[in-house]
């Protein structure tokens, strides 16, 4: 299962998800997310969601010269920290921009498809659907 | 004990020096929560009295609370400043990611004073503060051009707010608006017009601070706890659906809806200003605030042809509400949504406040009918009940003030009715033009002794709804009720909630959230008194400013045309309010 995001357009920008994910971090705020929620070049555009889309052949995973991060059975990557040296290409890899980055930690910050933020998306943008109904 | 997670950073702005300096002031937070609790502290010791609204030392002060980013709804951010509209206590709330940002950059409240000599605005990313030239963005045409300019231009997105005013703050409009991400608004009572004097056309607010959660489990429950009676509410799916503006039909049907600047309370039309109609014919989007899951903003897309290309159109996206639609939709006499959301935009685009502008738009109106002011005044505009085109060019003209009548409109209402006559029908109370309810006497009453002089003050409107076809309460019992529900908010406001989740956010909760939230512990009691602590240092404060308080004056027009509790009793409105005033005073 990995996490889907099945229209931005339902999304009202409440960062409801945001949160979700960086409370399971112990952070109360919205620094340790690994979802992202930005307007389309203002609000009256509506929303981006970036988040990792769990690539089956992870281009982060394939810059990383320590192999902290090691593709996912089912798409995207898990991360392995103590391996991580913070050097900063599996985020110049990712187009989307959805490996973020932990500062006071120097290391990334990558969904691992938990599927928590699901919980709290109150209109239906996020779900978590089987790698083959995937096209998002 | 000094919680990691209660804000305690007050962070100080001198735009004459442009200097700032940061200082760490748990107490000032463990002892008066956040918002509007600790903004009013700081605005004690930062403001001389007397003070000319625009002098350099009114201070502006933004305040958010301790659950800020910590529960769902803590979504606003207080600020208060003195108050140019109404020369008094000024107060003004917004959402949009105001709070969430203010929190995040590290900051339980930010303090600006002094004035710039140049056109600035202010970036402050974290700990970090920067004083940007803003000469190129001072007298642009639209407030949205101004938003997208320093959205391009700064960074942080999805994690910042951008506050600019318009033209008509630049202007000094005494009702101009600060607005931020684009729709919304510390609407009311000037904070616009503030920024103008000390040349500060923005301020945008980011950062990414972490707050450490310990016990999260707990923590977490009682988020979950909350999350879900918001989601699974009624009154939030209604919000979700149409938006305030679905008021629109159950005020109208109660005859409380104000028509033609409070002539009447009720129109054959309302139907075609609905809620309803608005989503069915215009809804393109909604939009939430930061942390809020509801999402109760409504956005019209509005597509209009060229007058002079065929084939050629262009798309405005416009928000609505329900105290837009009534001061420039119904109070104008007008039941058309597309001159609504036309004369919103530009309303937008000049940073004017709209409920502010609708009424005086409707006195003016009436003005022009009863031959109080002529073509000469309005330099050929022909202000007639929905007259949209004269309405839009008004607009620029009060923005712009091209001569003294326009001058004297930029001041509002009271102004006006005192220089050109019409005071019976001049729509406002302590200086401020009317909210849309004309419920009954709990409303008016509400809106003369409230602090904000606002229905979201003590909810007036709501009493009149809830105790209809009984008998009418005591003054003594009225005042209370109205002093109970306005003490209370002050402690929403501290932490700072939607009031819209009041109904979710009861004492009870609200001790627990704190408890989770790191403040110390408090029990319904303690809050409730500091909740009246908070009202009556307020209250005192507009008194000492000026307020007339007992005797503050009550637009005749108001007890003329029936509300749903008949024609209103001067004599009993006027010892509810002074009731009111003294228990505000006693305390
Ligand atoms: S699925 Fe889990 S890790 Fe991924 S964004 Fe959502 S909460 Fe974060
Ligand atoms: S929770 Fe859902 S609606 Fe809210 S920002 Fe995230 S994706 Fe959008």
């Known amino acids: 299962m990995r996490l889907s995001v099945i229209d931005t357009e339902l999304c009202v920008g409440c960062q409801s998800c945001m949160f979700a994910c960086a409370r399971l971090q112990k952070d109360g705020g919205l620094a340790s997310s690994s979802i992202h929620i930005r307007s389309a070049g203002g609000m009256e555009h509506g929303f981006v969601v970036v988040v990792c889309r769990a690539c089956q052949d992870p281009p982060c995973a394939k810059v990383c010269p320590t192999n902290a991060l090691i593709p996912r059975t089912g798409g995207g990557v898990r991360l392995h920290l103590e391996d991580c040296i913070g050097c900063g290409y599996c985020r110049e890899a990712c187009i989307i921009g959805a490996v973020f980055w932990n500062q006071e930690e120097n290391k990334p910050m990558i969904c691992n498809h938990c599927g928590y933020c699901v919980k709290y998306c109150p209109h239906g943008v996020l779900d978590m659907r089987k790698e083959e109904a995937c096209k998002g | ?430 200086g401020n033009e009317m909210p849309g309810y004309h419920t009954g006497p709990a409303a008016h009453i509400g809106f003369a002794v409230g602090t904000r002089h606002s229905h979201l003050d003590n909810a007036g409107y709501s009493i009149d709804q809830k105790h209809l076809g009984e008998k009418l309460l005591s003054p003594e019992e009225l005042g209370e009720n109205l002093l109970k529900e306005e003490r209370w908010r002050q402690i929403l406001c501290s932490l700072v909630l939607c009031l819209f989740a009041r109904g979710i956010y009861t004492p009870e909760r609200t001790t627990r959230a704190l408890l989770a939230a790191g403040a110390d512990r408090m029990d319904e009691k303690a809050l409730m008194e500091l909740g009246k602590k908070i009202h009556s240092e307020k209250y005192k404060f507009k008194i000492k400013e000026g307020y007339m308080g007992e005797t503050a004056g009550i637009p005749q027009r108001v007890l003329q045309t029936p509300s749903p509790w008949g024609k209103l009793d001067e004599e009993y409105i006027r010892k509810t309010i002074s009731y009111i005033h003294s228990a505000s005073l006693n305390q």
Not at chain 2, 236 to 256: C, F, Q, R, V
Not at chain 2, 280 to 298: K, T
């Open chain 2, 1 to 430: 004990m000094n919680d990691k997670r209660m804000p305690e950073n007050v962070l100080y702005i001198d735009l004459s020096k442009k200097s700032f300096k940061i200082e760490k002031r748990p107490q000032l937070f463990r002892e008066n929560l956040g918002g509007i609790g600790v903004a009013m502290k700081l605005l004690l010791e930062e403001c001389p009295q007397g003070i000319d609204p625009f002098d350099p030392q009114n201070p502006i002060v933004f305040a958010v609370g301790p659950l800020t980013c910590l529960f769902p709804l803590a979504s606003k951010t207080v600020a208060v400043f003195k108050s140019p509209h109404t020369g008094n206590l000024g107060e003004s709330h917004a959402g949009g990611r105001s709070a969430v940002s203010i929190r995040m950059a590290g900051y339980g409240a930010i303090v600006i004073k002094g004035a710039s000599n140049i056109p600035v605005y202010l970036a402050i990313h974290g700990d970090k503060v920067y004083f940007r030239d803003a000469s190129t963005l001072w007298g642009m045409g639209s407030n949205f051009t101004v938003g997208r300019v320093i959205r391009e231009h700064e960074r942080g997105a999805g994690l910042r707010t951008i506050m600019r005013i318009g033209r008509a703050g630049e202007n000094l409009v005494s009702y101009a608006c600060v607005t931020t991400e684009s729709y919304r608004h510390f609407g009311r009572l000037g904070l616009g017009a503030v920024f103008g004097s000390k040349k500060l056309k923005a301020l945008v607010v980011s950062g990414k601070s972490s707050i450490q959660l310990e016990n999260s489990g707990e923590y977490r429950k009682l988020y979950d706890e909350i999350y879900r009676e918001a989601v699974e509410s009624e009154v939030m799916k209604k919000y979700h659906d149409l938006g305030t503006s679905s008021n629109i039909l159950p005020l109208n049907e109660l005859g409380a809806l104000p028509n033609e600047n409070l002539r009447t309370a009720r129109s054959i039309h309302a139907g075609e200003i609905s809620g309803e109609r608005f989503a069915e014919d215009f809804l393109g989007r909604r939009l939430a605030c930061s942390h809020c899951p509801v999402g109760c903003i409504h956005i019209a897309a509005l597509r209009e042809p060229y007058e002079d290309e065929p084939y050629f159109y262009k798309t405005s996206m416009i928000s609505y509400d329900y105290e837009p639609i009534y001061a420039i939709g119904n109070m104008l006499g007008s039941y058309n949504p597309a001159g609504i959301l036309k004369l919103m935009d530009r309303i937008e685009a000049l940073g004017l406040d709209v409920m502010s502008t609708g009424v005086v738009l409707a006195w003016a109106t009436e003005a022009m009918e009863e031959g109080l002011i002529s073509k000469k005044e309005t330099t050929g505009l022909n202000l007639k009940w929905g007259y949209y085109q004269d309405y839009i060019q008004a607009t620029e003209y009060i923005t712009s003030q091209p001569n003294e009548f326009y001058r004297v409109l930029a001041k509002g209402v009271g102004n006006a009715s005192e220089k050109y006559g019409g005071e019976d029908y001049a729509l406002a109370y302590g």
